[in-house]
């Protein structure tokens, strides 16, 4: 009894998405899954919609930011692969690098002194601690003075937290006035007398 495909059965657009994604060692454009099954962007959005349903009750998860998707475990699984292979947990996030990292989850992209506007409290420390473990990266600059570094979440942030895409996040709920917002060029503009700036944090 033959098992498997034959050359008599080709394989589906689902099934020729799920090797591609199978074998990535990466988070794959949308465009790049086109080109490689031949056929338009429209049709793997669809086979994608197709797919995270399917694994919405299986042991994978199809993860998305943005235009690039890949596949990843499901959260639920966590604990049974860190026995697995050995693992144990990393080390828990403080305090301060929750806050800051909601703070650019929600409003990404977005430049340091927007985050320390919000913060109250200087945030180089904390930013330089979400980078090492790869949870924020730098995506471009603010066409403004001093062209300051724009910083964005990662795929590695949705894995931490157990999303599928940045669309699972919960809604944001705050008063208009809780945190007054600056305009783009006094953000970015960062001349602050000693007495206004802010103070620094501990990590």
Do not use: W
């Amino acid at each position: 009894m033959t098992t498997g495909y034959s050359d008599s059965e080709p394989l589906t657009l689902t099934a020729i998405v799920e090797s591609l994604l199978f074998v990535a060692d990466a988070p794959v454009p949308v465009s790049q899954l086109a080109e490689a099954a031949e056929c338009e962007p429209r049709d793997i959005e669809k086979t994608l919609q197709s797919l995270a349903e399917d694994y919405a009750t299986r042991g994978v998860r199809l993860q998305r930011k943005g235009n690039r998707v890949q596949l990843v475990s499901a959260p639920q699984a966590a604990p049974y692969i860190e026995r697995f292979l050995g693992l144990s947990l990393s080390g828990r996030l403080s305090a301060a690098a929750i806050e800051t990292l909601a703070i650019i989850a929600y409003k990404q992209p977005v430049i340091r002194p927007q985050i320390e506007a919000i913060r109250g409290v200087s945030s180089d420390g904390v930013l330089r601690t979400l980078m090492s473990k790869g949870l924020i990266e730098e995506v471009g600059r603010l066409e403004t003075v001093g062209h300051p570094v724009l910083f964005a979440t990662t795929f590695e942030f949705l894995q931490y937290f157990g999303l599928d895409s940045l669309d699972a996040l919960p809604p944001l709920e705050i008063e208009e006035d809780d945190h007054p917002i600056e305009t783009e060029a006094e953000a970015a503009d960062g001349h602050q007398s000693p007495d206004s700036a802010p103070p620094p944090e501990s990590e």
